[in-house]
């Protein structure tokens, strides 16, 4: 067991974060107030700037163009750019999910014409999985491509999709009517130069610069070569890849929680009542300790996760107990950073109140609390809850 970071994961870190607190987070409170959400040039030049670190190519390996790193060190980079700015952490990781789907799924001709441009940063990717009535249970999910000559005719819509507003494609999880049994479901790459979608911003709480979109299918009809990996095994791929998307959420809320940290040392350093630094009272300093002990117990969680994946390829149990407790911990530690900032920590003068927002909507994506708390239950009961 090793805590810790090797020399090159250490300037790794350092790099990314010199970069991070000198070019990214001037902008992040401005332009996460402004932009709702970021417009597809302006993310496009987000991308072009962090592509030199690796971000874009993420765990593709070097070979097929992509950046080989670990899932530790694509963990290490991403928690220092969610810890400035979490809308951008959260559209670029599904930059280098969708990377890695096509990598892994993708045949020769779709590599080149969809992965290459989506790792240099020209194409934007989006995965729609989720619909109105099909949310934590995707298997009742309604949209279907429906077989026809050499395409594919889809119809239905899909909820709650992030880059959506801003997707050139989306890597669509749909039934298919020709598929092993009725209810079988694939994934479909949707260009939409090709064969063009719809799709609406739904305005939330917080990620405010991350688009997130309902994306509307209507006789969108797409070539039967778009068919990526198996006739039938899309949600099941989904499903198994989830342990990487958990991760990524998992990371993003500890660099959530290490900027409310951050920001509280600060602010209790500085700030003075009664005559004395507040940071010198001891309910003060419970609350700061508290908010690093849980920021650090996040971290762990996510690294060893992170770790397994790199060495066995799966992490099934603890990448759940990873997202749940990561993203609880961040909401906890958030709302403490407004309290240790008083009525500023409501302010938009101040990040807190972002940091706070953005934690919430951690909770979400990629399995809710309650279903990564089902699954870590059913791997050490037995029993499974959701039949
Ligand atoms: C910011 C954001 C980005 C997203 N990005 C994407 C994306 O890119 N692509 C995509 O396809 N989807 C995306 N989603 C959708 C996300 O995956 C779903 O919102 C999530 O799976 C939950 O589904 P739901 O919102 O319909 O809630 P529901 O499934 O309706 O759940 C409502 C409540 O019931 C609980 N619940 C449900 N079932 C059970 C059960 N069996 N036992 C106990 N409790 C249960 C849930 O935990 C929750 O508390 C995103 C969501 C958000 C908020």
């Not at 064969?195 to 911003?201: A, K, L, N, T």
């Not at 989904?238 to 959530?256: F, H, P, Q, T, Y």
């Not at 700061?288 to 994946?309: C, G, K, N, P, Y």
Request: negative net charge; hydrophobic residues 40%; glycine residues 10%.
């Amino acid at each position: 067991m090793d805590f810790v970071l090797t020399d090159e994961q250490k300037l790794l870190q350092s790099t990314v974060r010199e970069f991070m607190d000198r070019e990214i987070a001037p902008l992040a409170g401005e332009y996460d107030r402004k932009y709702h959400p970021l417009p597809q040039d302006l993310f496009k030049e987000f991308l072009g700037k962090l592509k030199p670190f690796g971000f874009l190519g993420g765990v593709v390996p070097e070979e097929d163009g992509g950046s080989g790193l670990s899932y530790q060190e694509n963990g290490i980079i991403n928690e220092e750019l969610f810890r400035v700015w979490a809308s951008l952490g959260g559209a670029v990781s599904i930059v280098y999910g969708a990377a890695e789907t096509l990598h892994l799924r993708g045949n020769a001709e779709q590599k080149e014409t969809y992965l290459k441009p989506i790792m240099e940063g020209e194409l934007i990717p989006c995965s729609g999985i989720t619909e109105s009535n099909a949310g934590s249970n995707p298997r009742e999910m309604q949209t279907r491509a429906v077989s026809d000559g050499d395409e594919y005719v889809i119809n239905g819509s899909k909820m709650w999709i992030s880059n959506g507003t801003i997707a050139d494609i989306c890597i669509l999880t749909t039934k298919t009517d020709d598929g092993p049994h009725q209810d079988s479901m694939s994934h479909l790459i949707v260009d939409g130069s090709v064969s063009p979608f719809q799709s609406r911003e739904i305005r939330k709480l917080g990620f405010k610069g991350f688009p997130t979109a309902e994306l509307v299918f209507e006789d969108c009809r797409v070539p039967k070569n778009n068919l990526l990996g198996e006739l039938g095994e899309g949600l099941k791929f989904s499903l198994k890849a989830i342990e990487g998307a958990r991760l990524a959420m998992s990371i993003g809320a500890v660099g959530c929680a290490q900027a409310a940290v951050d920001a509280s040392v600060k602010y209790a350093r500085e700030r003075t009542q009664f005559g004395k630094e507040i940071g010198r009272f001891q309910l003060i300093q419970q609350m700061i300790a508290d908010m690093a002990a849980d920021t650090d117990a996040a971290r762990l969680m996510v690294h060893r996760a992170m770790d397994l994946l790199d060495r066995m390829g799966r992490c099934n149990r603890e990448s759940s107990m990873a997202k749940y407790w990561a993203t609880e911990a961040a909401v906890r530690v958030t709302l403490k950073g407004i309290q240790v900032h008083g009525a500023y920590g409501l302010s938009e003068e101040y990040p807190m109140e972002r940091y706070f927002r953005d934690a919430v909507c951690f909770l979400i994506p990629d399995g809710t609390t309650q279903i990564n708390q089902l699954i870590v239950g059913r791997e050490m009961l037995g029993f499974d809850a959701f039949r």
